[in-house]
T-cell receptor, first 114, second 116 residues
């Protein structure tokens, strides 16, 4: 079965420190990969996506992610976080054999402390 | 461009009552999705429309949930009768093309349903 796993449900981090959010997927077919952010009481906003080409993808708000096909991972990083980065982050996968349907991980809540 | 509009933002109902949610996608977006997001979990796809036809409703609890997209634009999602476990945020999303997985989605702000 195809699935997405976010290994950390909650990540506390101090302001200006780096953060890494882990995402692994299982699939026997090619995939497209996405990271979304959800601020309190808001919908999901796309941070970045990997479709093909360079495995290092840069997104909005200083975030980047690296696709590792051999490890079936798509970890999200930011070198220096701000208080405003406090939110929930979701990794999502679109399996090419399943058309455009997105399958989401369980989410990682990032709490940035001053 | 205007975003995906959803209403109402919040709804509280008693179990066994019925409720309906409305979604207006981005103009011109052929594909519309309804997701259920239970607190502490990632969104789960309930139903996908392409224009006014259903593409995927395999995870829709059809004994109590129904959805329609008349005229291929607005959509409504209905729950009748509601159960306590239906408490969740219901997210609507739209995308321009369904056969290109890289087209990306635009999400609405969601409707938060509380069943008491």
């Amino acid at each position: 079965a195809q699935s997405v796993t976010q290994l950390d449900s909650q990540v506390p981090v101090f302001e200006e420190a780096p953060v890494e959010l882990r995402c692994n997927y299982s699939s026997s077919v090619s995939v497209y990969l996405f990271w979304y952010v959800q601020y309190p009481n808001q919908g999901l906003q796309l941070l970045l996506k990997y479709l093909s080409g360079s495995t290092l993808v840069k997104g909005i708000n200083g975030f980047e992610a690296e696709f590792n096909k051999s490890q079936t991972s798509f970890h999200l990083r930011k070198p220096s976080v701000h208080i405003s980065d406090t939110a929930e982050y979701f990794c999502a996968v679109s399996f090419k054999a399943a058309g455009n349907k997105l399958t989401f991980g369980g989410g990682t809540r990032v709490l940035v402390k001053p | 461009e205007a975003g995906v509009a959803q209403s109402p933002r919040y709804k509280i109902i008693e179990k066994r009552q019925s409720v309906a949610f409305w979604c207006n996608p981005i103009s011109g977006h052929a594909t519309l999705y309804w997701y259920q997001q239970i607190l502490g979990q990632g969104p789960k796809l309930l139903i996908q429309f392409q224009n006014n036809g259903v593409v995927d409703d395999s995870q829709l609890p059809k004994d109590r949930f129904s959805a329609e997209r008349l005229k291929g634009v607005d959509s409504t999602l209905k729950i009748q009768p509601a159960k306590l476990e239906d408490s969740a945020v219901y997210l609507c999303a739209s995308s321009p093309i369904s056969d290109r997985a890289n087209s990306g989605y635009t999400f609405g702000s969601g409707t938060r349903l509380t069943v008491v």
